[in-house]
């Protein structure tokens, strides 16, 4: 069986191993695309030599002119090339070393975070069997029970309320005439209408019976807002009883322990959720960088394909090319040697040509394969996968299937969807006495924190009713002052 955080932790490692293969590869690009201009420069440089050979001056003087100004301009825009590549790659190493330094203090943090867990596992049996003896923990654990059911019954006796509200309010909402003067406030102390206005509000209300029908409209709306505010003042009574269990149980393991293991588990939790959020940034920092470099080691930036350009049209102009077949179809001595450097050079560029194609469809490929483990991470990171009560039974998870992973041979969608059918959550030591329900245990330990409640609600959460405010919009029709009746 495997931990969470062993599971991730090689994951991580492996994404790490990986990101570093991708740098290798961009840099053994970078180098060959550098090689392959040079290579062209000094092609460039041997067709020039056969020029003064086998031209008159004139010729030879307008081929070099050409060949130079487009080895210039090439040069030119490497050079810049260059310069952008080098700022490129220091942000990208500024970036790794700072997410390094952040990995290297989450790992301290988490090593420490493990540690008190598993004390705190250890001295579960033991704070059980001295609280199952505290008459003042049953006491209050009585008191719990007791205010948590009042507040869940309080709870259920205002949804009732609001749907019976809502079921004898249909006939009210349903007649625009008593929503448009409910909607005024006509008949309280809130209607500012005057005049003529004021009047025809008046006759209104008495066509409908608009006073006999606010009154127990008003009560039939009135008693799900006083039922909602008694549920969530129950609701407020549990959580502080509840807050109250849980100190017992914390203090409970503090005098076990010696320390205060629950307040160090949960201030390192803390500060490694700061530090995962800026991982997260550095992540995708990095991963605009890394793309970035891609571009620039496979070729694809404007400045490289621009230098490419002026020297391939350079080499490959009609004059060069008779130049070369009339040097081939009548050699000398002289020119030999030349011709050989240019057939030489040209198998080169070919041969680096070629190898620079497959490194990017290699580069492409391991691009694709860290997008799918850098999702399988952020996967398990935001499942708390990583956490202290999260086990794994498959044991291929961090070697076969991670290796199939790694090559390829499987997606991240694969691999994730077996990691998800071998999850378990695992529970702490002991009896349950202590910490019931998950009442102030870690959240890394399958708690709800701090003194927080077994739900983890809020005042007027899952205890809370609904309600409506007198004189509130229910959503029905209407009429604005001065419509015709």
Partial sequence: MLTGRQTLGTIE????????????LSKRIERATRALTDLQERQSEAYRDLARFRLDTDAAGTLNTRLDSAAREARRLLDKRSADYKVLT???????????????KRLELDNARDAAENQMDELMEAVDDRLEKDSAYLAQREATEAATATAEAAAEKARTSEQDRQQKGKAYEADPLFLYLWQRGFGTPDYNCRGLIRSLDGWVAGLIRYHDARANYAMLTGIPERVAKHAERCAEIAEQEEAKLAEFSRNAMTDAAGADLVGTIETNSEEIDRIDGELDALDRRIETLSSALAEFSGGEDSDFQKAEEHLGLSLQSDDLNDLL????????????????????????????AREIRQDRELQRDIGRRRAELADVIKRFRSKGYGSWDSTFSDDNLTTVLLSELLKGAITGADYWARAERSHRRRKPRGRRVAFPQGTGLPKSMGGFGGFGGPTGRKSGGSFGGGGFKSGGSFGGGGFKTGDSF
């Fill in 90 to 104: 220091e942000q990208l190493r500024d970036c790794e070393t700072e997410r390094s330094q952040l990995q290297k």
């Fill in 13 to 24: 490692q492996s994404l790490a191993d990986l990101r570093r293969e991708e740098a290798e």
């Fill in 325 to 352: 077949r009339i040097a081939l179809d009548t050699p000398s001595p002289e020119d030999e040697k030349i011709i050989q450097r240019i057939q030489d050079f040209k198998e080169r560029v070919e041969q680096v």
